[in-house]
């Protein structure tokens, strides 16, 4: 099946089973952003309680934050958000349709990959096991023509990026025959900078109201309270506050569903470092965030670092972490080593010390800062791309039937186990009850008697519930149990009493964690 087919079934079908819905929809929506359902809320508190406790509960050095979202508006300009965090847009007069100049750019860039890939995919085929990829990358005719064109349009865009050469960037476009991909078209606008922090008034008018902005990033309310939990936390250099939150950001072109939001949630650590070992910190933290992810046991090769050619002013190394979407590779998380640019800047603006003595060395400086950033909804979308599949199962007559399953790591599911009654009497619903009832302090049961068993089996499965317990007439009997695992759709009789360990060693976060 297509990618764009799969995406779009995807979407659907986290919409009909309550994960996410369009924000306003009895209203038409409201482009860019979207309300987690009753199943997407628990997914989303589990990755962020796996995140939270990766940082907190297993870095003796790291500690959380909670800041408002509201801050004072000088904080975004010591920031530089409020003269520099701008997209390049621009607009096709055709179709009316306005892009990122940037992304179109990208977009085109990714196409020589593609082409690339898709030589090496051929090549593989053709040669089975005696196939060397790094040979034939280095010496394929196509595949180095195809190198040369992405290295030399890599180079000319990162330059008119570093040097917000806005015209270059038109040019570029323009040069390299980019159309607009609904009207065809090469008819462009000039492109502009678009400011993308939202900004609205705090007081009353009689008071004399301020025009204050809601935050595009979390950082910045650890930067500013870097002195208050270094102090009141006596925390050393090397050390890390961690923090989870809504930002905002007008984004010009919000696209692919949960991906690029208006208002999303970020989960942000900053690192607080000695200068001139920052870049040693940031090869760690590279490390470890990788690691997070791949713990999920999505597939190894589904991730990639893509370091940046081109750097933020303030930064002296970032990389992303890109996961395989089902539209290709893209950003989920960015780690950035952010020099002392923030806190020099909040320094200069607040008239503020923002110093540290460190007392091995006798001497105090501005700490250089490592920053982990992942977003949320974006975490939340490679999961659940991840973890949606649909299978041909043969059935007895020997025609086949598809079923939708949610894979989802066991430790992130939203239910853990649903407990059915075989039918509607005989006390097997008292039974099933009683198992809820008791389990349900430790792990997100759901008690289900509707419809036929194996209705019951496929909605949990659509919901991606790892355990069903079946309770039967053999129950009363002997107090076991069928339990059947989504993934396999083994089943095993065991023992209530047995429940509660087989379970817990799945579906706790500590399990994973432990991976770490
Ligand atoms: N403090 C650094 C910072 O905010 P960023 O690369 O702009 O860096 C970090 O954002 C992460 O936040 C991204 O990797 C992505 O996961 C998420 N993110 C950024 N913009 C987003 C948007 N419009 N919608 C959803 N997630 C977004």
């Not at 929506?29 to 406790?53: F, H, M, R």
């Not at 408002?68 to 965090?85: E, L, N, R, Y």
């Not at 500013?224 to 961690?242: E, H």
Request: glycine content about 6%; aromatic content about 12%.
């Amino acid at each position: 099946m297509a990618q764009d087919d799969v995406f779009k079934k995807l979407v659907a079908h986290c919409k009909e089973y309550g994960y996410v819905f369009p924000s306003s929809e009895i209203y038409d929506g409201l482009s860019a952003v979207y309300d987690y359902g009753q199943y997407g809320v628990e997914l989303k508190n589990n990755i962020k309680k796996y995140w939270w406790d990766s940082m907190v509960l297993l870095n003796e050095n790291i500690v959380g934050l909670d800041s408002a979202i509201f801050m004072h508006p000088t904080i975004w300009k010591a920031s530089g958000h409020v003269d520099a965090f701008n997209d390049p847009l621009i607009d096709n007069r055709d179709s009316k349709k306005r892009y990122r100049a940037d992304v179109l750019i990208e977009e085109h860039l990714a196409k020589f990959e593609d082409k690339i890939s898709k030589e090496v995919e051929k090549a593989r085929e053709k040669f089975g096991t005696t196939f060397d990829e790094k040979k034939f990358r280095e010496t394929n005719p196509r595949v180095l023509a195809n190198q040369a064109k992405m290295d030399e349009l890599n180079a000319r865009f990162a330059k008119a990026m570093n040097a917000t050469d806005l015209e270059e960037l038109r040019q570029i476009i323009i040069d390299n025959e980019i159309v607009c991909p609904i009207s065809g078209t090469r008819n462009w606008t000039e492109v502009r900078q678009f400011n993308l922090m939202f900004s609205t008034e705090m007081g009353s008018t009689a008071e004399g109201a301020n025009k204050i902005f809601l935050r595009p990033e979390t950082a910045q309310g650890i930067f500013v309270n870097f002195l208050n939990v270094q102090k009141t936390g006596r925390m050393k250099v090397p050390f890390g506050i961690a923090q989870i939150g809504k930002a905002f950001r007008n984004e010009i072109v919000a696209r692919q569903f949960i991906f690029r939001m208006r208002e999303f949630e970020q989960m942000e650590m900053q690192f607080f470092v000695q200068p001139g070992s920052e870049l040693e910190w940031f090869r760690h933290w590279k490390e470890i965030r990788m690691k997070w992810h791949k713990a999920l046991g999505f597939g190894d090769d589904n991730y990639r670092f893509h370091d940046h050619t081109k750097l933020a002013h303030y930064a002296n190394a970032a990389t992303d972490i890109e996961f395989r979407f089902p539209f290709g590779f893209k950003e989920v998380e960015g780690i950035h080593s952010r020099t002392d640019f923030d806190l020099k800047q909040h320094q200069q603006y607040s008239g503020k010390k923002m110093q540290y003595f460190d007392p091995e060395k006798g001497e105090s400086y501005v700490p250089y800062v490592i920053e982990t950033s992942i977003g949320v909804d974006r975490m939340f979308l490679q999961v659940i791309s991840a973890a949606y599949t649909e299978e041909e199962l043969k059935k007895e007559d020997g025609t086949t039937d598809t079923r939708v399953v949610l894979r989802l790591p066991s430790v992130l599911a939203p239910v853990k186990l649903a407990v059915m009654p075989l039918v509607k009497k005989d006390g097997l619903p008292e039974i099933a009850e009683n198992i809820v009832k008791e389990l349900r302090f430790e792990f997100n049961c759901q008690y289900d008697d509707k419809d036929s068993i194996g209705r019951r089996y496929r909605r949990q499965d659509a919901i991606g519930t790892p355990y069903c317990i079946t309770i039967d007439h053999q129950t009363i009997d002997d107090n076991t149990v069928t339990i059947r695992y989504r993934d396999s759709m083994d089943q095993e009789r065991v023992r209530i009493s047995e429940l509660r360990d087989i379970i817990s060693e799945k579906v706790k976060i500590p399990g994973l964690l432990k991976k770490l």
